[in-house]
C-alpha cells in the first residue's frame, strides 16, 4: 500500500520559474492538505480539499495553486516561484473531517529551494 | 483563535532517561488533541491523540493525558530509546479541516 506519494522529492528553482508539486494517494480519502514546513516555524496549511473539485485556502495560500480533479490526486503549482518559497512540503491526506479519527496520512516531503 | 505552544528544544537524552515534552493550546470549546512524530527523512506520523478532557492517549509506550483546567497535553515516556530519536510536534483540530501544529520539539536520544 504505497499511501500518500509526492514528487519531486528535491528541486531547485530559479526565481521567476514555475513548477508543480505533484501528490497522489490510494487510500480513497476525501480530504488533501498541503502544508509547509518552515525551520522552527512548525506547519502552515497551504490549501485542502474536502472531495474532487472542491478546494479552499489554508492560512497561506498567497503564490500558490492547486486543482484536484481527482480523488487521488491533489497537485500544488508555484506559478512564480520566489525565495520566500523556499521550504519542506507535505501532502497530506485523511478519511474525515479529523475530528472522530484525527489520523492525517503524510507523504514524505518535497524539498524546494529558490535561488 | 487557534494555535498549540511546544517547549523549543532541541532536547538531548541519555538512553533510559524519562522524557517529556510540554505542549499547551488555545482553542474554542473543545478540540481533540495529537501527538505527530517525524523520524528522519520521513514525513510525519500520528503517535497519539485524545478527544476529550481527562482522555490518556497511548502508544509505544508514550502518553499524553488530556488537562482541559491547564489547556496542556504533555508528551511523557518514561524511559526513552535510540529509536525514539525524532522530531515531535502537538496538534489540534477545532472544527472544520484545519490542524494547527505546534513548531515542533527535535529529540536525540543517546546510548
Known amino acids: 500500500n504505497a499511501g500518500v506519494t509526492q514528487t519531486p522529492k528535491f528541486r531547485i528553482l530559479k526565481i521567476g520559474q514555475s513548477m508543480t508539486l505533484q501528490c497522489t494517494q490510494d487510500?480513497?480519502?476525501?480530504?488533501m492538505y498541503w502544508y509547509r514546513q518552515d525551520p522552527g516555524m512548525g506547519l502552515k496549511l497551504i490549501y485542502y480539499s474536502v472531495g474532487a473539485g472542491i478546494t479552499d485556502k489554508g492560512e497561506v495560500p498567497n503564490g500558490y495553486n492547486v486543482s484536484r480533479s481527482t480523488t487521488e490526486d491533489f497537485p500544488l503549482r508555484l506559478e512564480l516561484a520566489a525565495p520566500s518559497q523556499t521550504s519542506v512540503y507535505f501532502c497530506a491526506s485523511s478519511y474525515s473531517s479529523g475530528g472522530s479519527s484525527g489520523e492525517l496520512f503524510f507523504g514524505e516531503g518535497s524539498r524546494l529551494t529558490v535561488l | 483563535g487557534n494555535s498549540v505552544t511546544q517547549m523549543e528544544g532541541p532536547v538531548t537524552l541519555s538512553e533510559e532517561a524519562f522524557l517529556t515534552i510540554n505542549c499547551t493550546y488555545t482553542a474554542t470549546g473543545y478540540p481533540s488533541l495529537f501527538w505527530y512524530v517525524q523520524y528522519p527523512g520521513e514525513g510525519l506520523q500520528l503517535l497519539l491523540k485524545?478527544?476529550?478532557?481527562?482522555d490518556k492517549g497511548s502508544n509505544k509506550g508514550f502518553e499524553a493525558t488530556y488537562r482541559k483546567e491547564t489547556t496542556s497535553f504533555h508528551l511523557e515516556k518514561g524511559s526513552v530509546q535510540v529509536s525514539d530519536s525524532a522530531v515531535y510536534f502537538c496538534?489540534?483540530?477545532?472544527?472544520?479541516?484545519?490542524?494547527?501544529f505546534g513548531t515542533g520539539t527535535s529529540l536525540t536520544v543517546i546510548p
Open positions: 496538534a489540534l483540530i477545532r472544527t472544520g479541516n484545519q490542524f494547527y
Open positions: 487510500m480513497n480519502h476525501n480530504y
Open positions: 485524545a478527544t476529550k478532557a481527562d
